[in-house]
């Protein structure tokens, strides 16, 4: 059933908010991010197989332990946004936005009338009856976030036009894609790609846009919270599990196998 966004609420004051993309389908891993103190997680849909009732799972899983569940979608697919918004998402990741129209139509898919045209159904969201659809209408507008990832050069230079039409409830950065799209691979924190980061979160500013930070390194998040940034992604779990479980390793193994 529809819940309350409490992440949306933090961007409204002064809080800050902290969360992980997921890609192990996994709802023992998602209920594992929730009491560990994250604030959401992004369950990747766009890099992952995941089935629609294994995402409904990973969904409840996360509601179980209080947690905000915003669904990474394939880029351009307005059938993927309206399957993880009926599932129980309280928002959905939007890839590769590079101009208006892609964030016209994701909020399309994203919103009911009057701000978009997201297809009318009953089920779980609405509780099954116990929220009343017109009221679930107007609650799941309000709560419902659409989120936009500006990773390719393109998205960066039409970014004042991206924003200018309003809609879009934060930005997250792509610096590994936008490395690519600058033609250095992986280089994340290559200038080219340190500067588009500094564009984009200038232009969400000027337009009263929060902006989601990635940072790679404590001094990046110390940047990012001393430009006014309260809205961060600390990676993903599949690498934080393979460092952990590789420094686990070498601390009891030693130098001598290594």
């Keep these: 059933m529809l819940r309350h966004n409490t992440v949306k609420e933090r961007l409204s004051g002064s809080g800050e908010s902290y969360g ?15 009491c560990a103190g994250y604030d959401f997680v992004v369950l990747d849909t766009e890099h992952s197989l995941v089935d629609p009732q294994q995402l409904e ?13 915003f669904v990474r979608v ?7 946004i309206l399957r993880a918004l009926d599932a129980g998402a309280l928002g959905v990741v939007v890839p590769h936005v590079r101009t208006r129209a892609d964030l016209d139509a994701a909020i399309r ?19 099954f009856g116990r929220i009343e659809l017109t009221e679930y209408v107007r ?31 934060l930005v997250l950065e792509g610096a590994a894609d936008l490395s690519q799209s600058y033609g250095v691979p992986w280089q994340t924190r290559h200038p080219m790609v340190r500067e588009a980061l500094q564009r984009v979160h200038a232009e969400c500013k000027a337009h009263g846009v929060p902006f989601c930070a990635i940072p790679r390194t404590r001094e990046d998040h110390e940047q990012w919270q001393a430009a006014g940034v309260r809205t961060f992604v600390l990676g993903e779990e599949r690498g934080l599990a ?14 001598t196998h290594a």
Excluded: K, W
Aim: proline share 8%.
């Design 139 to 169: 609650r799941a507008n309000a709560e419902i976030m659409v989120i936009a990832m500006v990773e390719d050069a393109e998205g960066v230079d039409e970014l004042p036009a991206i924003l200018a039409g309003g809609g879009v409830d």
């Design 109 to 127: 898919a994203a919103r009911y009338a009057p701000e978009g045209m997201r297809s009318l159904n009953g089920g779980r969201v609405p509780g």
């Design 74 to 80: 394939p880029e351009a697919d307005p059938g993927a």
């Design 57 to 69: 799972n990973l969904i409840r899983a996360a509601e179980a332990v209080d947690l905000v569940a």
């Design 20 to 34: 992980l993309f997921c890609s192990i389908p996994s709802p023992a891993l998602v209920e594992m991010i929730g």
């Design 242 to 255: 393979a460092r952990a479980l590789r420094t686990h390793l070498d601390q009891h193994r030693g130098p």
